[in-house]
């Protein structure tokens, strides 16, 4: 059993900058990767990113390309995501989540996920 906690949401004006954390517990030592999706209102869940535990690959959205960023701290309890220039079509409820298995890019490839964390980007 895995559990993730989320932090950092909020809100913010366009083109400002937001870092999200995720903390996990437990089995850690079984998850391979640990990724973020967000869900707008009314939308599907959708990929942001994600890491590879211990070799750091990392994989990203076309969408959020180029703005965000996902790292692991070094006892790799710890995901990131910094999230820059950031845009109003950003705003979405973000979600931390791991995985003991293969698989990046659908919300399925995932076997724990956290409560999430609101961002909200407006002027």
């Known amino acids: 059993q895995v559990q993730l906690v989320e932090s950092g949401g909020g809100s913010v004006q366009p083109g400002g900058s937001l870092r999200l954390s995720c903390a996990a517990s437990?089995?850690?030592?079984?998850?391979?990767?640990m990724g973020w999706f967000r869900q707008a209102s009314g939308k599907e869940r959708e990929f942001v990113a994600a890491i590879h535990r211990t070799y750091g690959s990392t994989y990203y959205a076309d969408s959020v390309k180029g703005r965000f960023t996902i790292s692991r701290d070094d006892a790799q309890n710890t995901v990131y995501l910094q999230m820059n220039s950031l845009k109003p079509e950003d705003t979405a409820h973000y979600y931390c989540?791991?995985?003991?298995?293969?698989?990046?890019?659908?919300?399925?490839?995932?076997?724990?996920w956290g409560q999430g964390t609101q961002v909200t980007v407006s002027s």
């Open positions: 989540a791991a995985t003991d298995s293969g698989g990046y890019y659908r919300p399925v490839d995932y076997n724990y």
């Open positions: 437990g089995r850690t030592f079984s998850i391979y990767k």
